[in-house]
């Protein structure tokens, strides 16, 4: 398994791998012919995109706070949202192509090793 000597900085490195995966997947998508003109003609919800930008604010606010938590929350923190993101993540499997489904996996593997470093997070304090 992955050592390193400050483990927060991981953490927070892998929430911003996350984060880029998430928007460079968006990107990679607008590339795609006729998708743009797709997107405008869906008719998304409100509560579909609130769900959505929370699901994405989330790995921009752990970049901070798993650096400046203490390690009990933190522990706890990284632990559940890395949870609550894997489940935003898989929601899209359903209607997704070879391509977002690669894009996820990558996000999944990044979250399970999210999950393992926090779960070796001191629980002290």
């Keep these: 398994m992955i050592k390193t000597q400050n483990p927060e900085r991981f953490l ?17 998508q607008m590339l795609a012919p006729g998708y743009i003109d797709e ?8 509560g579909s995109l609130l769900f959505y930008g929370f699901i994405l604010e989330l ?5 901070l706070l798993s650096n400046y938590l203490k ?10 949202v890395s949870v609550l993101v ?3 993540i898989i929601s899209t499997f359903f ?5 977002d489904l690669f894009f996820g996996i990558v996000k999944l593997i990044a979250l399970g090793l ?9 629980q002290g304090q």
């Design 59 to 63: 790995p921009i606010l752990m970049m």
């Design 12 to 28: 927070s490195l892998l929430w911003a791998f996350i984060l880029f995966n998430m928007i460079f997947r968006d990107l990679h």
């Design 95 to 99: 209607t997704a192509d070879a391509d």
């Design 86 to 88: 894997a489940g935003g």
């Design 114 to 122: 999210i999950f393992v470093v926090a779960l070796r997070l001191p």
């Design 39 to 46: 997107m405008r003609g869906m008719q998304i919800s409100e």
């Design 71 to 80: 390690p009990k929350t933190n522990r706890f923190a990284n632990i559940l």
